[in-house]
Nanobody, 121 residues
Framework: QVQVVESGGGLVQAGGSLRLSCVASASAFSIETIAWYRQAPGKQRDLVAAITSGGTTNYADSVKGRFTISRDNAKNTVYLQMNSLKPEDTAVYYC???????????????WGQGTQVTVSS
């Protein structure tokens, strides 16, 4: 089984910074791509940033230049550094981990419980 746990959300003023952490713990699985999504009230869940096990990154246009995703493979931990935050960044942020079962090579997707980020104007 794979467990995904996020931390680091909170309340910050516009222009401020926050760092989110996501730990994906698993036995008998290889953790592949880990991604951050966000969902604002009444809106769909959208991709914010993703990073592969090899370090390739992908960002939503709305956060390019402000957010940085990084990864510590030894700890199966991904960080999302969020700078120059805007009120429109307010949302619940979810971590998603793609895991491959070592014995079968079958891939699974796991979600964390989410962490609230609120940016005040």
């Amino acid at each position: 089984q794979v467990q995904v746990v996020e931390s680091g959300g909170g309340l910050v003023q516009a222009g401020g910074s926050l760092r989110l952490s996501c730990v994906a713990s698993a036995s008998a699985f290889s953790i592949e791509t880990i991604a951050w999504y966000r969902q604002a009230p009444g809106k769909q869940r959208d991709l914010v940033a993703a990073i592969t096990s090899g370090g390739t990154t992908n960002y939503a246009d709305s956060v390019k230049g402000r957010f940085t995703i990084s990864r510590d493979n030894a700890k199966n931990t991904v960080y999302l550094q969020m700078n120059s935050l805007k009120p429109e960044d307010t949302a619940v942020y979810y971590c998603n981990a793609e895991a491959r079962r070592m014995l079968t090579a079958r891939r699974y997707s796991y979600w964390g419980q989410g962490t609230q980020v609120t940016v005040s104007s």
